[in-house]
């Protein structure tokens, strides 16, 4: 008998009712697609923020931190630069996740290792993709 939508969820939540904001440039890159989709699937809510509005609209980039780690349980940052990024995480209450360390064994960067991963990856269906970006993911925010 197929699953209806009202159905009730049969996969693990971990992340459910957690409150992310993923501070991105481009939310229709297939990378922020992904972490975006593998979120949810694991029932966080995920709210993209425009970097200019975040980073570049006067305030400190301390106070713009705290601001965050009042609004989201978690914060995700595509693109930006490796500096920012730092101070970002070094200021906020909340864990700060980079989505390209997270992608990274999806999409070849790193390690030798990481790159066989991604051959791996390649020749699996995208679900398997999407559990990897989850249990990256995860392991990022323990």
């Not at 064994?105 to 390690?111: A, I, L, N, Q, S």
């Amino acid at each position: 008998m197929p699953l209806s939508a009202s159905s009730p969820r049969t996969t693990p939540a971990p992340l459910q009712g957690l409150r992310m904001g993923m501070v991105c440039g481009d939310e229709g890159a297939p990378g922020a697609m992904l972490f975006q989709q593998a979120a949810r699937e694991l029932g966080a809510q995920v709210t993209v923020l425009d970097p200019t509005r975040v980073i570049e609209d006067g305030a400190a980039l301390e106070d713009v931190a705290r601001l965050l780690g009042r609004l989201y349980g978690a914060i995700a940052c595509d693109g930006l630069p490796p500096a920012v990024l730092r101070r970002l995480a070094t200021a906020a209450v909340v864990p700060v996740v980079d989505v390209q360390a997270v992608l990274a064994p999806v999409d070849g960067r790193g390690t030798e290792a990481e790159k066989e991963r991604r051959r791996i990856t390649h020749a699996v269906q995208a679900a398997e993709a999407v559990q990897t970006v989850q249990a990256a993911l995860l392991a990022a925010l323990r």
